[in-house]
C-alpha cells in the first residue's frame, strides 16, 4: 500500500515563500509530486505535516485556501490508490502520479466549462453557449487566470466572487445570473461523476430581484418619431428600426432581424418568437411600410435592411447591427430628452405600458407580446381572434 506525506520546501532566500509538495512511496520507492501551492515557513507546521494559520492577517485567506487544496488533493491521492488495489493489479508510484495529473485536467473548472461550452454550441445553443462564455470571462478574471479543480471551488471562494462583483458594481441580477451558470456547471460535473457535492453555492445569492421596467410614455415615443434626423442616416436607422419594433407590438430584434420577405402575405406579417416558437400574426400597416419605403430593397431573403447577406455568419450580423443601433438609441434619448438608457428592449416595454395605459386587457397585450409564463392567462388567450389584437394594435398606433 502506497503512503502519501505532505512536505514543505523552504526557500533558499531567508523569510521568502516555499514551496509544498507531496512525497509518495510504494514499494519502498519515493516519488514528488510537485503543487503550485506557496506559504511562508511561519505558515508551515513541520511536527503536524500542515498548513497552518497561526496569526489572522491578510495571508489568512490565501492559507486557508492552500489547506483546503491540500486536503482536496491528499483525497483524491488516496482514492487514486484505493482504486489501484481494488484492481489488484501492479502498479508505481508514477502511476499514481500519472492518474493524478490527468484526473487533475479532467475535474479543471476552466477546462470542464471550455468543454460545456463546445458542447452547447454542437447542440445549437449558440446563446446559452455565449453566457457560458461570459461567466467563464468574469470568473478567469476574478482568478487572475488562475484555475483550480471542481473539488476545490468552496463557499467560501463563491463568496469572495459574489463580494468581488457586488465591488465593481456589478448588478445583483447579473450576479446571481453568473453564479447560477456556475452551479449549473457544477452540477453537471455531479452528474458526470467528476466531483462529490459539497454544496459551494449555499450561501451566495442566486434568485431574481424585480427590476423597474423601462418603459416610455406616448409622448416620449412620439418625440422619437418626430425627430429630424434626416442629415444623420444612421440615426435614422436606429430610429426607424425602433419605431417599426414598437409597431410591431413590441417585436424582439432578433425576430425583426430574422423576419423573411416570404413571412408577409396578405397584409399580414407571419412568424415564430426565437425565444419560445410561438407563432404571431401581426397586421402590416401603412405605416410600418412607409419606414420600409426609406430603404432600397433588402438584396437578401430578410425582409428589413438588417441583415444584407445570410450565410454562416448570420449570427455575427444581427448581433453586431444590434449592437451598433443600441449605441445610436443612446445618442437619440439624449436629443429627445430622454434619461432612461434607450435601447431596442424599451421599445416591447412601452408598446405593454402604453396599451395597459389605454384600457388594453391584459389577455390581449400578453397575446400581443407572445407571453407564455401564466397557465390561466394561456387557457383564456386560446380563445382570442388575432383581429382583436390587430385593433388593440391600431388603437396604441392612432396615438403616434
Avoid at 436606429?238 to 432578433?254: K, P
Avoid at 443600441?326 to 416595454?349: C, D, Q, W
Amino acid at each position: 500500500m502506497a503512503s502519501i506525506k505532505v512536505k514543505f520546501r523552504p526557500s533558499s532566500i531567508p523569510e521568502r515563500e516555499g514551496t509544498i509538495y507531496y512525497q509518495i512511496i510504494h514499494d519502498r520507492i519515493p516519488r514528488q509530486l510537485l503543487t503550485d501551492y506557496r506559504i511562508l515557513p511561519s505558515e508551515w507546521d513541520e511536527d503536524a505535516g500542515e498548513v497552518t494559520c497561526k496569526q489572522k492577517d491578510d495571508r489568512t485567506p490565501m492559507t486557508l485556501a492552500v489547506r483546503e487544496h491540500v486536503i482536496r488533493d491528499i483525497e483524491r491521492l488516496n482514492k487514486i490508490i484505493h482504486r489501484l488495489e481494488c484492481d489488484h493489479t501492479l502498479y508505481t508510484t508514477d502511476r499514481i502520479i500519472e492518474e493524478f495529473n490527468r484526473e487533475s485536467a479532467d475535474n479543471s473548472l476552466f477546462n470542464f466549462m471550455q468543454t460545456s461550452i463546445a458542447r452547447l454550441k454542437h447542440n445549437g445553443k449558440t446563446r446559452t453557449s455565449e453566457t457560458y462564455r461570459a461567466t467563464l470571462r468574469s470568473f478567469k478574471k476574478f482568478r487572475d487566470d488562475v484555475d483550480l479543480s471542481l473539488d476545490s471551488l468552496t463557499s467560501n471562494i463563491m463568496e469572495e466572487y459574489q463580494a468581488w462583483l457586488h465591488q465593481r458594481g456589478v448588478a445583483p441580477n447579473t450576479i446571481s445570473f453568473y453564479i447560477r451558470i456556475l452551479r449549473a456547471v457544477y452540477n453537471r460535473a455531479i452528474e458526470d461523476e467528476i466531483v462529490v457535492n459539497r454544496r459551494p453555492f449555499r450561501r451566495v445569492y442566486t434568485g431574481v430581484e424585480k427590476t423597474v421596467k423601462r418603459a416610455l410614455p406616448i409622448s416620449k415615443i412620439r418625440k422619437i418619431k418626430t425627430l429630424d434626423l434626416s442629415m444623420k442616416p444612421d440615426l435614422q436607422f436606429a430610429r426607424d428600426i425602433f419605431i417599426l419594433s414598437f409597431m410591431l407590438r413590441g417585436m424582439s430584434f432578433i425576430d425583426m432581424a430574422l423576419l423573411k420577405k416570404s413571412d408577409l402575405k396578405d397584409g399580414h406579417i407571419t412568424y415564430r418568437r426565437r425565444k419560445t416558437g410561438q407563432q404571431l400574426i401581426i397586421q402590416w400597416t401603412k405605416e410600418m411600410q412607409q419606414i420600409l419605403d426609406r430603404y432600397p430593397e433588402n438584396p437578401s431573403e430578410y425582409l428589413l435592411p438588417i441583415i444584407k447577406n445570410g450565410g454562416s455568419k448570420l449570427r455575427y450580423a444581427y448581433k453586431n447591427m444590434g449592437e451598433k443601433i443600441n449605441l445610436r438609441l443612446k445618442k437619440i434619448a439624449e436629443m429627445a430628452g430622454i434619461s432612461i438608457p434607450l435601447t431596442m428592449y424599451v421599445a416591447r416595454h412601452s408598446w405593454a405600458s402604453i396599451a395597459k395605459a389605454e384600457g388594453i386587457p391584459i389577455g390581449l397585450i400578453s397575446e400581443g407580446l407572445g407571453h407564455e409564463k401564466e397557465s390561466t392567462t394561456r387557457i383564456y388567450l386560446s380563445t382570442l381572434d388575432t383581429t382583436l389584437i390587430d385593433r388593440a394594435n391600431s388603437k396604441i398606433l392612432r396615438l403616434l
